[in-house]
C-alpha cells in the first residue's frame, strides 16, 4: 500500500469514527415527532359516481384505452342492474346524448312507472376489441349475447310489450367522450348491429 493510499485510508476512518462518536452521548428522544395516525394520501380521491350498490370503479376514470373499457364494462353492468332495480337515472346520468341509452332509461322508467318490472335480459360481452383513442373521444367495438328479457306485471304475469327474444353474437359499437369535470368517460353512442 503506498503512503498516499494509507493517509487517505487513515483520514476515512478517522472522519467515520468522529461521526460515529456523536453516536454514542446519551440523547432525549424527540418529542414533536408527526403522529403517524393519518398517513398522508398519495393521490386525490375522486369523488363517486353512480349508484351506491354499483359505484363506478376507479379503473374506469382514466382516460386511456383501459379506462374507456373498463367504462364500457361498468355502463353495461349499469344496463344489466335494471333486471334488479328499476332505477334508470345512472345511465342517464354517465350518458351525453347516446340515443339508445336515452331509450333504454325511458323504456325502464316507463315500464316502472306502470308497475312493471323485467326478469333477465342480461347483456353478456363476448368480444371486446381494443379502443380507439382519439383526444377526448374513443370508439369501442363489442360484440355480446342478451339473454331472453320478460316484463312482467305488479303480479308477475308476462307484459307483451318490451320483452324480447335472446340474441347471440350480436356486434356493436360504442362512442364515449371524456368529461375531465368528473374524471369518468360518458356514452355518447350505443349501436347494436
Given at each position: 500500500?503506498?503512503?498516499?493510499s494509507?493517509?487517505?485510508l ?5 472522519a467515520a ?10 440523547q432525549?428522544?424527540?418529542t ?5 395516525s393519518?398517513?398522508?394520501p ?10 351506491e ?15 374507456a373499457?373498463?367504462?364500457v364494462?361498468?355502463?353495461?353492468e349499469l344496463i ?9 337515472q345512472?345511465?342517464?346520468e ?6 339508445d ?7 325502464t322508467?316507463?315500464?316502472a ?7 333477465n335480459?342480461v ?10 383513442i382519439?383526444?377526448?373521444q ?5 360484440s ?11 303480479s308477475?304475469n308476462?307484459v307483451?310489450?318490451?320483452s324480447?327474444?335472446a340474441?347471440?353474437?350480436?356486434p356493436?359499437?360504442i362512442?364515449l ?10 356514452m ?6
Amino acid at each position: 500500500m503506498t503512503r498516499r493510499s494509507t493517509v487517505g485510508l487513515l483520514a476515512c476512518l478517522l472522519a467515520a469514527g468522529t461521526a460515529l462518536a456523536g453516536c454514542s452521548e446519551k440523547q432525549e428522544a424527540n418529542t414533536s415527532l408527526p403522529s403517524t395516525s393519518a398517513a398522508a394520501p398519495t393521490e386525490e380521491e375522486l369523488p363517486p359516481l353512480g349508484p351506491e350498490d354499483l359505484p363506478m370503479p376507479d379503473e374506469a376514470r382514466t382516460q386511456d384505452a383501459a379506462g374507456a373499457e373498463a367504462f364500457v364494462r361498468y355502463y353495461i353492468e349499469l344496463i344489466n342492474r335494471t333486471s334488479t332495480v328499476m332505477d334508470a337515472q345512472p345511465l342517464r346520468e354517465l350518458s351525453d346524448g347516446c340515443r339508445d341509452c336515452d331509450r333504454i332509461a325511458d323504456n325502464t322508467e316507463k315500464a316502472a312507472g306502470l308497475g312493471h318490472s323485467y326478469r333477465n335480459g342480461v347483456i353478456t360481452i363476448t368480444d371486446f376489441r381494443p379502443p380507439l383513442i382519439e383526444g377526448q373521444q374513443a370508439s369501442v367495438g363489442i360484440s355480446f349475447d342478451q339473454a331472453a328479457l320478460a316484463v312482467v306485471d305488479s303480479s308477475g304475469n308476462p307484459v307483451e310489450d318490451g320483452s324480447s327474444e335472446a340474441y347471440s353474437a350480436l356486434p356493436g359499437g360504442i362512442g364515449l367522450r371524456w368529461d375531465g369535470g368528473r374524471s369518468s368517460w360518458l356514452m355518447t353512442d350505443f349501436t347494436v348491429g
